[in-house]
């Protein structure tokens, strides 16, 4: 069935453009109980959804991981916790970054979960939680991010206790976890010197005679290099069935990559099939010259959707389940590809270039490689103009697209 048809049976409207991302909530859930099984059932799965769900999405992943057994929901901003909030989803979220001293109020109010990592914020939010008049429901719960090498945010080891003492001397307010964040997972002895410089954190509190909140370490490279030693985790990227060529899992870890499944396809139709004459130069800056004769089909994404100008040369799309190669310039709403030697190319024709067709697969690695970034990178920066299309299997249960979220006829 073409996308069209697919629609209509789910009584969803036709595509507004002809390029959309398909998520795939049933490899979302395969995910989430394959790191469910392999950290077992006592260790918190707090789901990272921040970035629009590592641009799968923010309000569909949040609530379908909620619902499928996370016990937590990460986010980077306090907007991306209230969107999520807003979309009646309970689930405890919390906000890794700073949030504005002035909003400490909203953010308990709404039941999010903020983080202490630089001292001077931290004494100024609590200061000013101390003044703000709420109900005596509200309760600012806090997680201490501790700086274990990583440099970019948290508290340095022997400021952690000092911290906890304020916290719990500010009424209203819960410690509700401490955690630190892996800056290379891959390498043992680096990971080792922050665990240990975390452990010293955690020795200070225990010094102080302050209890140990729940302890959250590993990421997605944690999960995949390193055995899970605390009571919570926080999978970003594998949560999205994306395993980094840079982490090679050996072990139950390798068990674990096995199991993860891409949650994400790019695919569009051709706005044009036309065929031109050998010595046609392609795109902006003829940067591309045809050798032969050619037949060239113009897809509608370019990088104002996410599909940066950097593919182009190396990438390649999927059509008919073969190859075909990436000419000339990205552009910002188009990019053309070389069909000559698949025949039959029509304006029907599904293409894919991120996902699998058939035999052949494009993975968020491949494309990591040709523009020389990371995989984490080639997904988050899925434009939000781009449909989503979600689906579990065949069934089709709804869209998000700039005006909002749809469910299929008979979807809640």
């Not at 069935?1 to 398909?22: F, H, K």
């Not at 921040?50 to 306090?78: F, I, M, N």
Request: hydrophobic share 45%; aromatic share 4%.
């Amino acid at each position: 069935m073409t996308i069209d048809e697919r629609l209509m049976a789910a009584g969803l409207p036709p595509l507004s453009r002809r390029v959309w991302l398909e998520i795939d909530l049933e490899a979302l859930t395969n995910n989430l109980q394959a790191i469910r099984d392999h950290v077992g059932p006592d260790v918190e799965i707090n789901a990272v959804v921040k970035a629009d769900a590592y641009g799968h999405g923010l309000v569909p992943v949040a609530r379908h991981v909620a619902a499928a057994g996370a016990q937590r929901l990460c986010v980077a901003s306090l907007d991306e916790a209230l969107v999520v909030r807003g979309a009646g989803i309970a689930t405890p979220i919390l906000v890794m970054f700073s949030i504005p001293v002035d909003a400490v109020a909203r953010a308990a109010q709404s039941r999010i979960e903020i983080v202490a990592s630089d001292l001077a914020t931290i004494r100024a939010t609590l200061e000013r939680w101390r003044t703000c008049t709420t109900s005596d429901d509200d309760v600012l719960a806090v997680h201490l991010e501790v700086e274990t090498g990583l440099t970019r945010a948290g508290l340095k080891p022997d400021a952690v206790a000092g911290v906890a003492r304020l916290i719990a001397a500010t009424p209203g307010t819960r410690l509700a976890g401490i955690w630190t964040h892996l800056a290379t997972p891959e390498d043992e002895a680096t990971s080792d010197a922050q665990e240990t410089a975390f452990a010293a954190a955690l020795d200070s509190l225990r010094a102080a005679g302050l209890a140990i909140p729940a302890r959250h370490l590993a990421a997605t490279g944690g999960l995949l290099i390193a055995e899970q030693s605390y009571e919570g985790i926080r999978p970003g990227l594998a949560l999205y069935g994306i395993v980094p060529d840079s982490l090679v899992a050996g072990g139950r870890q390798a068990q674990l990559a096995a199991r993860l499944r891409p949650v994400m396809t790019l695919k569009c139709t051709p706005l044009r099939v036309e065929t031109f004459p050998a010595g046609t130069r392609v795109g902006y800056g003829g940067r591309w010259t045809a050798q032969r004769e050619s037949i060239i089909a113009t897809l509608p994404l370019g990088y104002g959707d996410g599909f940066a100008r950097a593919y182009s040369p190396g990438a390649q799309a999927i059509v008919r389940g073969s190859r075909v190669p990436v000419v000339g310039t990205v552009a910002m709403d188009a990019l053309m590809v070389d069909v000559t030697d698949v025949p039959g190319v029509t304006l029907d024709d599904e293409f894919v270039l991120l996902g699998r067709q058939g035999a052949q697969s494009i993975d968020a690695n491949e494309l990591a490689r040709v523009r020389n970034t990371i995989p984490w990178e080639v997904v988050t920066a899925m434009s939000t103009r781009v449909t989503r299309v979600y689906h579990a299997g065949s069934v089709l249960k709804s869209l998000r697209t700039l005006d909002g979220e749809l469910g299929a006829s008979g979807e809640g």
